[in-house]
């Protein structure tokens, strides 16, 4: 079975997936501390977007499911793995109703937890292979596709909201 490549890896092409998940924490942990007034956490560059609460939120969500998705790979667990739908799951989220000093600290230790997640695993078991959605991915690919993600949703932030 042939794996897809992450869609994130070109963030990190010199850089195993282990310190691609761990490298990022400083990145966002420095571009989040910019966000100093209360209204820049709510702010939309445009109407139908997210403000950055709800772009957080939705990393952690992803996170999450990504995290999982990585432990049955590495369990090699046979049951099917589905897609979900990220903009029904930010609208349910209530991101805005959240302090932003608990969004970040979730974040936070959310991506240590991934880094320590990944960072046991073997060369081995980061090759192995399950089927997502109708596609095959590899433990080593969901750890790029975490870190990758994290890294877009900051740049994005860096670009249209700071």
């Known amino acids: 079975m042939q794996t897809n490549q992450a869609i994130y890896k070109e963030y990190y092409d010199k850089v195993d997936v282990k310190d691609a998940l761990y490298s990022r924490i400083n990145e966002i942990k420095q571009t989040l ?17 997210w ?4 772009m957080i939120q939705h990393c952690i969500d992803c996170e999450r499911i990504f995290s999982y998705r990585a432990l049955h790979i590495a369990r ?3 049951q099917a793995l589905f897609l979900f ?3 029904s799951y930010a609208n349910l ?5 959240r302090k932003a000093e608990d969004l970040y600290k979730e974040w936070m230790h959310l991506m240590n937890a991934t880094f320590y997640q990944f960072e046991k695993l073997s060369n081995d078991e ?4 399950s089927n997502i959605g109708g596609n095959s991915y590899s433990l080593e690919d969901i750890g790029y596709t975490i870190a990758g993600h994290s890294i877009h949703h900051i740049n994005v932030i860096k670009e249209r909201y700071l």
Do not use: F, G, H
């Not at 501390?33 to 977007?49: A, G």
């Not at 403000?51 to 709800?54: A, F, G, L, S, W």
């Not at 980061?126 to 292979?129: A, D, Q, Y």
């Open 126 to 129: 980061l090759k192995r292979v």
């Open 76 to 78: 090699q667990d046979p």
């Open 33 to 49: 501390s910019i966000v100093t007034e209360v209204d820049k956490w709510t702010y939309r560059y445009q109407e139908d977007k």
């Open 51 to 54: 403000t950055i609460k709800d």
């Open 93 to 97: 989220a209530r991101a805005n109703d």
């Open 85 to 87: 739908d990220e903009n």
